[in-house]
């Protein structure tokens, strides 16, 4: 059973930025895939944004691209979201996941879920 801990969440005015840390203890994040899912109230958990575990290749979502950035601190086992120029429409709860499959075009969802950290963006 891998843990997954999201962190990093909170209020944030529309065009303000958050960054969310996704950890794992005692499970090596640097050799393996990971993704940033969000599911918004009344909505399907959508993929944000994933990095693969054999070469890094990343995956966006159209409506985050040019905003969010994915990325490692192997030395910190953390993969971060950084998210610039929120909008409303980011509103949701944000899950990290080891997803079962990623490429630059699509990522899946994973068999392990951390708790999701709330990110709110209003006015």
């Known amino acids: 059973q891998v843990q997954l801990v999201e962190s990093g969440g909170g209020l944030v005015q529309p065009g303000g930025s958050l960054r969310l840390p996704c950890t794992a203890p005692g499970y090596t994040l640097a050799y393996y895939s990971v993704g940033w899912f969000r599911q918004a109230p009344g909505k399907e958990r959508e993929g944000v944004s994933c990095i693969r575990g054999t070469d890094d290749a990343i995956y966006y979502a159209d409506s985050v691209k040019g905003r969010f950035t994915i990325a490692r601190d192997n030395a910190k086992n953390t993969v971060y979201l950084e998210m610039n120029h929120l909008k409303t429409e980011d509103t949701a709860v944000y899950y990290c996941?080891?997803?079962?499959?990623?490429?630059?075009?699509?990522?899946?969802?994973?068999?392990?879920w951390g708790q999701g950290t709330q990110v709110t963006v209003s006015s």
């Open positions: 996941t080891v997803p079962f499959y990623t490429t630059p075009q699509t990522c899946t969802q994973g068999e392990y």
